[in-house]
């Protein structure tokens, strides 16, 4: 079966950097969708980034991480990852990678997504 296996997650003072990676066990992310969600505890998962195969392998990114995120492939090594830049507290969550094949218009949206990886904790905080 395809996994998908997140890394990179830990303590970061708020305003730092921290880069997340995802690599696929047994999968490929050559031809799909790979997008990064997150889950603050006690709260709903939401969009973060996502980076699309086709159309030039455009990029996306939700409104709360905008000009401070940055998603990007590694095709060589099959990785994906998620550098995150002038962290705020309210960043903290639960980071998870995701792969699926969804239309541009359902790009954000959880059900797109076939295989997810297990989640690392970004814990923002002084």
């Known amino acids: 079966q395809v996994q998908l296996v997140e890394s990179g997650g830990g303590l970061v003072q708020p305003g730092g950097s921290l880069t997340l990676s995802c690599a696929a066990s047994?999968?490929?992310?050559?031809?799909?969708?790979v997008a990064w969600f997150r889950q603050p505890s006690g709260k709903d998962r939401e969009f973060v980034a996502a980076?699309?195969?086709?159309?030039?392998?455009?990029?996306y990114y939700g409104d709360s991480v905008a000009g401070r995120f940055s998603i990007s492939r590694n095709n060589a090594r099959n990785t994906v990852s998620l550098t995150m830049n002038n962290l705020k507290p309210d960043d903290t969550a639960i980071y998870y990678c995701?792969?699926?094949?969804?239309?541009?218009?359902?790009?954000?949206?959880?059900?797109?997504?076939?295989?997810w990886g297990q989640g690392t904790k970004v814990d923002v905080s002084s």
């Open positions: 980076s699309r195969w086709s159309g030039g392998s455009n990029t």
């Open positions: 047994e999968g490929t992310f050559s031809g799909y969708t």
């Open positions: 995701a792969r699926g094949r969804p239309i541009l218009s359902s790009l954000r949206q959880i059900s797109s997504y076939t295989y």
